[in-house]
Each structure stands twice: as C-alpha cells, then as structure tokens.
C-alpha cells in the first residue's frame, strides 16, 4: 500500500500542500471541517445581494511568487487581472485630492525622483527613511524604528504596511515590515503590480485547486473536523473525527493547515498566536463608473481600499476591530458616502453586505511573531502549515501558500 499524507484544513495552506504532494504521485486526503473550501478565501452566493461575493477582498502582487506560482500550476493565472503598469490610484477623502503612485520596473527607484510618480508633498530624500526598515533589530516595532509621521509614512507607508500587516503600524513588528518592503518596493516595480480576481477567488483559486486535486486522484472529505490526535511517544499514531477514528500506517504523514486557536487546542503544548485583529468588508450591488480604477487606496476615511467588480463595488478596511460593535447598516451607510463623495455615484445606499472577519489574522506584533511556530513538530510525522506559522511574512495569501509548501517539502524528505 502506498503511504497517504492526511491534511487536516482545506484553506490555501492545505491546498497549496496537497497541489505540490500529488504533483509528486502521493496520495493524499484531505479533510475539512466546513462544507466549502477555501477558509478565509472562499467565495459564496450572498442572497441579500444575490450574487457570488468573496469572504474578503484580498490583494496580491506581481512579486508574490508563491502564490504566483500556485494559480499557474492551476492553469488559472488569465484570471488574475490588474493594472498593466506597477502603479496605485490613491484618493484623500478629507482634501479630495488625487494621485498615483508609478514605480519603475527596476529595482533603483527612480520613480522617487520624479514628482509625477511619487506621492505630493513628499520628496526623494523622504523615502530614504523606509532603508532603515531593513535593518531593523528582532523584536522592534515599526514605530520604534521609523517616524510614523509625515507625508510620506501617511501617503505610502502607512496604507501599504496597514494593509500587509493588518494592525496599526507603529505597533507592528519591524521585522514583518521589512519582510513587505524588502519584496516589493525594494524589489522594484516588477514585484509591485497589483493583481486581484475580478471572477472571484473560488473561481480563481479555489475551484480550480479542487478540480486539480480531483482528477489527480485525490480525495477531499468535506464535514470532518478533527477531534483529537492520538500521539505516540515520536509519531502521530491515529486521527480522530469523531465517528471515524483513523490509524496512522507506516509511512504515512499529517499536514495541519487549521487556524492557530484550532492548532493550539489538538497539539499539546503549541506555541502559537493567540492575539487576532479584525477586517470589516464591504460589498454593495452596484455597476462601477469607467472611471474608477480597479484598486483605489482611500486615506482619511473608514474605507481604506476600494475594489471595482463586475457589477459589485466592495471595500476593505483593515485592523477594524473598532468597527465591530457599529450596527451593521450604519456602517453601510458610512462606508457608501464615503465611496460615493468618491466615485460621484448616487448618494443613495445600493443592496449591501458587511463582513466582519473578527479572526482575521494574527496580530502582527513582535511579541505574537515571535508565537509562531515553524512547520516541523516534536512528532516526526506531523507538520504545520498556515498564514500563523513561521513563513517569514504576515498573515498574507503569499504567506499562506508558502507555508503549505514548506510543509509538503518537508513530507518529501520525511
């Protein structure tokens, strides 16, 4: 019998992992608690809207190779659309003025150097702050190392490391930081080009993983939470689903891709984060002008980042934890006037939805960072994958799709 490799978790992390092994002839099930896949990147038919919305809107960029090379694998990439340049349309809600951000494809930034391209009011010499970054010590936050003032921190830094690290960014860590800037604004424009699923992500990359798995054989058991492991004294010797218990062969190996709190609660004496910042997001049934661009960032505002969709404009807000407790249709309200004071479309609040995703990610502090756990276990046939777990980046798509493969690398040597 050919050993199975059991995967606990059908988010990115699980499937990026079961891609990669059964790419490699093994055989692999996978298991997920839920009845659909894709945890925090899943797609779903809203009925109040009644269309196919996203859980969340989420961003990746030219530069995020893993991820990248995830949906090519999949034969899903034409579904990835954006702007054809490594540019960012931002918006300033309380001045109403505008501008874009053009990187040039290199790594030397000349783009500072050109008034156009940069963000007003700033100048080259201000930019040169974001260096220090880089070499930041472990264990220091970003308001430690950088002043969080100033036109450039408001206008680029703050947008993009709120956004990466999804916590207010004087309190993140220093070192996830730089891990942002040093893959893309370091890395030059080539790594900068924004790129979102304008069909969805189920149908970008979730549906097309399934479809992948399932013609290679693999099977994916929807409804199996997982209970309790059975551990020996060096090996997962039984999983446990409740009414199905089963035996761990010879062999055979388990990738855990839950979240950490899930993590945490099957594996005894788990190290992993334990604090968690929110996302609120946005989607209202509503053609989008021409002229809005297909990411706009907003300062100043409740919305942050504004998405342009086939028949849907949805926003995003990140570290928004302090929208939680706002009644659900007064936040639609706010948000609405603020993309329509933007967009110039009607005042009047279209069809809504609000997600708040009180879990998101972990927070991105030093201290959490320092929770997280990397891929190997005490037990030599059970592994770790997950946005949470030690991938080097925050609790970003890239991140998780990293970490799945990190995991199913491992397996291979195991």
Request: proline share 7%; aromatic share 8%; with cysteine.
């Amino acid at each position: 019998m050919p050993r199975t490799i059991h995967i606990i978790g059908a988010g990115l992390a699980g499937l990026s992992a079961a891609i990669r092994l059964t790419e490699r002839g093994e055989r692999v099930i996978m298991y997920e608690a839920t009845p659909v896949a894709g945890g925090r990147c899943r797609s779903y038919r809203d009925l109040v809207l009644d269309m196919v919305i996203d859980n969340g809107n989420h961003l990746l960029l030219s530069g995020n190779h893993a991820a990248l090379g995830f949906v090519r694998s999949l034969g899903a990439e034409h579904r990835l659309s954006g702007p054809a340049k490594p540019e960012f349309n931002f918006a300033d809600h309380a001045s109403g003025k505008r501008w874009t951000l053009a990187f040039n494809e290199g790594r030397l930034p000349w783009w500072i150097c050109d008034p156009r391209k940069r963000a007003p009011g700033t100048s080259a010499f201000d930019y040169l702050q974001l260096a220090r970054l880089l070499w930041a010590s472990p264990g220091k936050t970003v308001g430690e190392v950088i002043a969080c003032q100033g036109p450039v921190y408001e206008r680029l830094v703050q947008p993009l490391l709120l956004a990466a690290l999804n916590i207010d960014p004087p309190q993140g860590s220093a070192k996830l930081a730089a891990a942002v800037i040093g893959e893309t604004l370091a890395a030059g424009g080539a790594a900068c080009r924004p790129l979102v699923a304008r069909a969805g992500l189920g149908a970008t990359m979730i549906e097309p993983a399934l479809a992948f798995l399932q013609q290679r054989g693999a099977e994916v058991r929807f409804g199996h939470q997982l209970h309790k492991i059975h551990f020996g004294e060096h090996s997962v010797e039984a999983l446990d689903f409740g009414a199905e218990r089963l035996k761990c062969q010879a062999g055979d190996a388990a990738i855990l891709a839950v979240p950490p709190y899930a993590a945490a609660a099957l594996v005894p004496r788990l190290k992993a984060p334990n604090e968690f910042r929110a996302i609120v997001n946005a989607h209202f049934r509503m053609h989008p002008p021409s002229s809005l661009p297909p990411i706009l960032g907003v300062l100043n505002a409740t919305t942050e980042w504004i998405f342009a969709f086939p028949e849907r404009i949805s926003t995003t807000t990140s570290a928004g934890d302090r929208l939680l407790d706002i009644p659900r249709e007064t936040l639609a309200q706010t948000i609405w006037a603020e993309v329509s004071a933007l967009t110039g479309l009607p005042t009047a609040l279209p069809p809504w939805q609000i997600v708040r995703e009180r879990r998101a990610t972990f927070a991105a502090t030093p201290a959490q960072d320092a929770r997280r756990p990397g891929a190997q276990t005490a037990w030599n046939n059970l592994f770790l994958a997950g946005d949470w777990t030690n991938t080097g980046l925050p609790a970003t798509i890239e991140g998780a799709i990293r970490s799945g493969n990190r995991a199913a690398d491992l397996i291979g040597q195991y």
